[in-house]
């Protein structure tokens, strides 16, 4: 039933010091919207849209007329409801400093410490801290990495990002050389990199820091602070299109409403409502929102325990419990330490904020980390509705939601009663995640056991387990049972069968994993009753034995540490001029706009007008023939323009092989059909979820390699390279061994969804278009194919890309064509913004692979013989698949002379969405199998593995396996440093003495060395160009080939144009990249962006100086004003095109034989990590790198792209896990489901050195950087691997198993095998379908 309401109320708030009145506020507005689309404040940006991603990061402040205090918290806009911000005071990133006006210290420093690459979280970033010091001034290291922990950021790896969080800390953790040229790490010996030239380790220069001043910030409006005093203040109604927002004003109102509307939501933090609206479609016509009503926001201490209102956030609650602690003994706050312990890692800092505990309570997610806790501590709730006032224990019916133990329709939850434990009382709250922080438990408990006082006897005992099923479910048999039990190891051994028996998981249960979460059951019991033990022993050591030593690490869970590091790098030559910032740490050449929000990215392109939205329609099937479209319901709907499908291409539909809107059939799940075309995003979005597709399944479906492998199904022919003699080989080898690795897919995640303004020209055909893209002339030749319009009518412009990865150089072609056959049709101007889940769908990613491999080897670890296979998942389309499959074979011998070797590889052709480029191009996935049979052949041979490496790597100038000739000399100094200078024979040493000691916690390292190509094996693929104008007034405008991604192309090129044009870099101005200036320029990818790109610019420069040089000699004391005053008085031309030819790589896959690469990076990284055994969380202690930068031309740059891809790397290789189900479904469509690195999961101690060494072939002697650090990244999986080995050593398990990536949490677990998973119940995999499959 709709309330009956004539009037909607003036919606009234403040945005950045403005009133903002609101006069049709539509309850199904959020803030993020709101600020972008109706104030044009397009600082705060969209990247995720469901709270787990931090882009939208705001600060909402409230006066609480109460306590008369000003709250400040962050939140995530993009869960904001706008009608929830009466009387709020809203500050974004535009409100914090501007360029225009000042900037804040936390953006200046954020950019200044090169915190900012692509530029699309910084706002985000920016709004968290700044919440932070609004709130703290002189923050700890902790609170800043506590604030950090709900902010997604995929470039830099977040080391720089915290540095400038740690500069407002009043101590300084950061290890600097402090002018001594002696580091830390030196620990007494002369660096090895020291001995050439000076180091430095300074990228920023502190002193030019502005100090925060808080007393500058401004003031909360004393508009709102009468508002909230306003002692007449009433109910308010909002009135929208389709809902109804109601803010009752005192309880009894509140109760009034929710006896009319029971099945209204009530609104507090929006954190559960929100998002199911959002992504499962529910609708509600009326939503209440009791939000600030001080009735719900009280705290009561009493002898028994505490009673907190609903309405506090889940940070105000820990605050609670952190002051209750503070007050009462230890004995009495267990349940409170528990939830403090869950309170820091559930969610990020924004969504702790805004999430509520009644909210939390009611809402009784499956996977909630903390009503398991409650409910074993024997909380209370304390409801009221307005037949009066009731209480209901927060246990296991209301948790499993019985019906007799819900809510009763009315009813409001207005405080949780939480009872303080005793001293023969224990609770404990146990969880483990993909993801230390903001990651939802695989599985968690909340656990609780009393004594009879003075002995090990249950009295009472409790166990909730939550993502085990629907619900949080209690294992209150098991619990039963145990009554009157010792608290010993034969209780424990039957605790764990019966809970076993009692919590049953089914093998097709959602989430896959199941075997895992069996195993977390009892393991997280285990820890539990450890815990326990250790209690008992502190109580009365007398009676109560300590457990083993070799047991207590096991207790408890991984710290949270902010992570520090030094970054190494050669000093400029005191010579050079200082006016030339060539080989100069420089700031991103857009970052300060980065920070104040001031970067344009496509969707901050103000309204065109006539500008229709895109919603696409796409494919549920993976193989299908499509029977029929049903459009009439989409076009019936309000604002709907147009549908536009396959006939609707004027030109082609497939151009070469890739498919703009399917037409007769399907062959992914995900493919575009059709799109709508309406005047709001949501108009479209509504009218796509209408359009009826009948479809037909096709066999076969293929959905896995071993799938294309049966039906003989590629996308390309088979890709060789052999030398030696394999066969012969092997015949005089020691050992032989074989085996298999599979390497999971890996999704680009960049911040910034795939977006594209399309706008048709009146004339000539002509149409603009602008998107972030590594490939603006793959656009325009893409678009002008679909079309049938020549090139020269299509204008692709590309100012920068919110990240990329590979993940923009081909897909943006395919959507740009779509978008532009949607602007032709209509004649309108089309805003295409792909969701992030739409994103993730439909552009897939990095190849699954799969490798075979056989070596032949000596006993003393020498590799005689390798015959190696490749298989690639390359999805439906051909995309990159065959370019990344000879980068694969090209590539894969990685560090090491193997005599007689044989590659072979293949892109199988599968049902899924087309796999494309990804940073590294195959590399990253194709070396953990070298890494890998080094490793099993190092363990054949009871050698270390980094002797192994050693004994195989190349020595002396050679050829590769297809006959390019090279020197390893500086892998070999690479991998010689970085084995001295992290002290890895010692910390080796180190670790083994910790797994002595240590049961259920191991460590592990592992060093790995590197040698990668930059560019493509076709000369072609090389060429570059560019275009300088020089203006009258002496100004610069440079234009080139090459697209800012965030890897500070940009700048780097603006420094070549500095130092060639011998001016200042103020002088110079970069605006973007467009086909229009340059023409015909190939893909930023391959890091040779600087490379290609700068030799044109170069080239431009040295052309105009040329031009310049006889005006310069007759007065070479003139200003560079003069000389251009002068050069156009003579008629001298001021622009000029630059231009490079390309390396001359070749490949001739006939003779198998190449000059393939223009040159080779080296590298070597070193990583430790420790496991725990019993969860299969691993925490990364630390890791050096060393990369042969050659002459680093941005040291900055460099160690920005060095550090971002090497988290990128270990995020690809541990945690980042892509999930589709048997029938080709992509699961993981958002940060919920696919978890990147935050800040959480970086080293605790990143060291990162540049090596100085010369490459002439390269501009200024330089080396391209932007992928190599990839698979650094591999060390920490293969650390993983070093300490699970040590795991299964000591439990005298075989000390290989196999390897394969992610090394997940399950993934380690499982392979530490023990009592508790042997336990466990197995399923037959022939009889039921899991959830989700591996598809490498
Ligand atoms: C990105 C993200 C990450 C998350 N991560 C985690 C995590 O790691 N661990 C975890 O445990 N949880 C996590 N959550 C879930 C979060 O804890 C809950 O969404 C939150 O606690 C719900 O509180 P809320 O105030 O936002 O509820 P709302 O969404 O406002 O309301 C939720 C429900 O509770 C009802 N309700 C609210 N208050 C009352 C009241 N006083 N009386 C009666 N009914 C009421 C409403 O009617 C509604 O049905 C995450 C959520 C998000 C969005
Ligand atoms: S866009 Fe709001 S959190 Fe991701
Ligand atoms: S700089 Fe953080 S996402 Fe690009």
Redesign the pocket.
Known sequence: MMPSLSNSDELIFFVNGRKVIEKNADPEVNLLFYLRNVLHLTGTKYACG???CGACTVMLSRYNSKTKKIHHYPA?AC?VPICSLYGAAVTTVEGVGSIKTRIHPVQERLAKCHGTQCGFCSPGMVMSIYTLLRNHPEPTPGQITEALG?NLCRCTGYRPIVESGKTFCLESTVCQLKGSGKCCMDQGKESSVSRQEKICTKLYNEDEFQPLDPSQEPIFPPELIRMAEDPNKRRLTFQGERTTWITPVTLDDLLELTASFPK????????????SIKFEDEFHPVL?S?LGLPE?YFVNSTDDGVTIG??Y??AQLNDILHFIISEQPKEKTKTHHALLK?LR????AQ?RN??????????R?N?????PILAAGNAIIN?VSKEGERQIPLNGPFLERSPEAN?RPG????SIFIPHSSQWHFVSGLRM?QRQE????IV?AGMSVKFEDGTNIIKDLQMFY?NVGPTVVSASHTCRQLIKRQWDDQMLSDACRWVLEEIQIPPTAKGGMVEFQRTLIISLLFKFYLQVRQGLNEMDPYNFPDIPEKFVSALEDFPIETPKGIQMFQCVDPHQSPQDPVGHPVMHQSAIKHTTGEAVFVDDIPPINQELFLAVVTSTKAHAKILSIDTSEAMSLPGVVDVIMAEDVPGDNNHKGEILYAQHEVICVGQIICAVAADTYAHAKEAAKKVKIAYQDIEPKIITIEQALEHNSFLSVERKIEQGDVEGAFKHVDQIVEGEVHVEGQEHFYMETQTILVIPKAEDKEMVLHLGTQFPTHVQESVSAALKVPRSRIACHMKRAGGAFGGKVTKPALLGAVSAVAAHKTGRPIRFILERGDDMLITAGRHPLLGKYKIGFMNNGEIKAADVEYYINGGCTPDESDMVMQFIVLKSENSYSIPNFRCRGRPCKTNLPSNTAFRGFGFPQATVMVEAYITAVAARCNLPPEEVREINMYKETSKTAYNQTFNPELLRRCWKDCLEKSSFYVRKQAAEEFNKKNYWKKRGLAVIPMKYTIGVPMAFYNQAAALVHIYLDGSVLLTHGGCELGQGLHTKMIQVASRELNIPSSYIHLSETNTTMVPNALFTAGSMGTDVNGRAVQNACQILKERLQPIIRKNPKGKWEEWIAKAFEESISLSATGYFKGYQTYMDWEKEEGNAYPYFVYGASCSEVEVDCLTGAHKHLRTDIFMDAAFSINPALDIGQIEGAFIQGMGFYTIEELKYSPEGVLYSRG??DYKIPTVTEIPEELYVTLVHSRNPIAIYSSKGLGEAGMFLGSSVLFAIYDAVTAARRERGLDKTFPLSSPATPELIRMACVDQFTNMIPRDDPSTFTPWSINVS
């Open positions: 469901g709270g787990g995530t869960l709900g209204a939501p009530l609104i507090m933090g929006n954190t559960t409502v929100g998002p209440i009791p719900l609903a309405g956030s889940l869950h890692t559930l969610a990020g969504i805004m999430a509520t505990l009644g909210g939390h309570v009611v809402s997610p996977f909630s980390d903390l009503n409801l809510l009813e409001v939850v207005l995640a903001n990651a939802f438990a968690n939550g940060p919920d």
